[in-house]
Nanobody, 115 residues
Framework: QVQLVESGGGLVQAGGSLRLSCAASETIFGIRTMGWYRQAPGKLREWVASVTTSDRINYHDSVKGRFTISRDNAKNTVYLQMNSLKPEDTAVYYC?????????WGQGTQVTVSS
């Protein structure tokens, strides 16, 4: 069964940077979109950024200009570079890959930004 494994979370001060990675355990055929979501305590999970296989990229307004999503097909990995982090970015970050017949979620990685 395909697994998505996230890494790169941690504790950082406001203004700092982190780079999240999401690696698939095997090649997923029919991939359409790879994205990142986050869920803060007491809040609903929200979409953060996504990239399609045709490299169409979109960002939530709250992260535009600070976060960058990218992918490495050879490594079956998608990244989220997060700069100028703010305390309100604190959340568990999840990756989600959508294929033609299935969607896959990672287990989540905690990002904590201290003020």
């Amino acid at each position: 069964q395909v697994q998505l494994v996230e890494s790169g979370g941690g504790l950082v001060q406001a203004g700092g940077s982190l780079r999240l990675s999401c690696a698939a355990s095997e090649t997923i055929f029919g991939i359409r979109t790879m994205g990142w979501y986050r869920q803060a305590p007491g809040k609903l999970r929200e979409w953060v950024a996504s990239v399609t296989t045709s490299d169409r990229i979109n960002y939530h307004d709250s992260v535009k200009g600070r976060f960058t999503i990218s992918r490495d097909n050879a490594k079956n990995t998608v990244y989220l570079q997060m700069n100028s982090l703010k305390p309100e970015d604190t959340a568990v970050y999840y990756c989600k890959w959508v294929a033609s017949e299935n969607s896959y979620w990672g287990q989540g990685t905690q990002v904590t930004v201290s003020s």
